[in-house]
């Protein structure tokens, strides 16, 4: 059964820093990933999705990089800024069986002004 | 505007009332899922469907049924809710399925749910 877990859980920046989230899973057997970002009693919005044969997938200020080998992917943030507080998580897909997605618990971003 | 939209946002009720949340996509997508958060175990995947009549169980399936009758509309129904079903609900759609084809997950706002 696939786990994924997320480091940091809450992560507390100043205005401008660059920061690296951290997600990593049990089974390696994967399809593709994605990271997500779920605003306080919102939904979650997907924000990039990266296929097992990729490395790396890029939108705006937002880098996610994915080592399937390990078990590993991160989401790099730059310039970070207060509008980016949310929460952050990760769900790796199954492509053994296709259908079932297993999040990570998240890591809860806060940037200050 | 392309969305997965869930009734009602809230709904508080008793143990044992039969309960329906809905959840529609306009975007024609193939896949639908649902899913509790609850606080200390994350995201958990209830029920899923690839297509029209073909639904499959997730990880916490219990006390839990689904239909997919047409393609946009995938209920969730607790037929005889339990204080341990109190959870916020999600529904999510996309095009492909994960694990089969490359496209992101569309969420719900979600559904509060409250059994007393």
């Not at chain 1, 509008?83 to 990760?90: I, K, P, Q, V, W």
Request: hydrophobic share 30%; charged share 15%; proline share 6%.
């Amino acid at each position: 059964k696939q786990e994924v877990t997320q480091i940091p859980a809450a992560l507390s920046v100043p205005e401008g820093e660059n920061l690296v989230l951290n997600c990593s899973f049990t089974d390696s057997a994967i399809y593709n990933l994605q990271w997500f970002r779920q605003d306080p009693g919102k939904g979650l919005t997907s924000l990039l999705l990266i296929q097992s044969s990729q490395r790396e997938q890029t939108s705006g200020r937002l880098n996610a990089s994915l080592d399937k080998s390990s078990g590993r992917s991160t989401l790099y943030i730059a310039a970070s800024q207060p509008g980016d507080s949310a929460t952050y998580l990760c769900a790796p897909s199954s492509n053994t069986n296709a259908g079932k997605s297993t999040f990570g618990d998240g890591t809860t971003l806060t940037v200050k002004p | 505007e392309a969305q997965v939209t869930q009734n009602p946002r809230y709904l508080i009720t008793v143990t044992g009332k039969k309960l329906t949340v809905t959840c529609s996509q306009n975007m024609n997508h193939e896949y639908m899922s649902w899913y509790r958060q609850d606080p200390g175990l994350g995201l958990r995947q209830i029920y899923y469907s690839m297509n029209v009549e073909v639904t499959d169980k997730g990880d916490v399936p219990e006390g839990y049924k689904v239909s997919r009758k047409e393609k946009r509309n995938f209920p969730l129904i607790l037929e005889s809710p339990s204080p341990n079903q109190t959870s916020l609900y999600f529904c999510a759609s996309s095009f492909k399925v994960p694990g089969q084809g490359v496209s992101p997950l569309h969420f719900g706002n979600g559904t509060r749910l409250t059994v007393t």
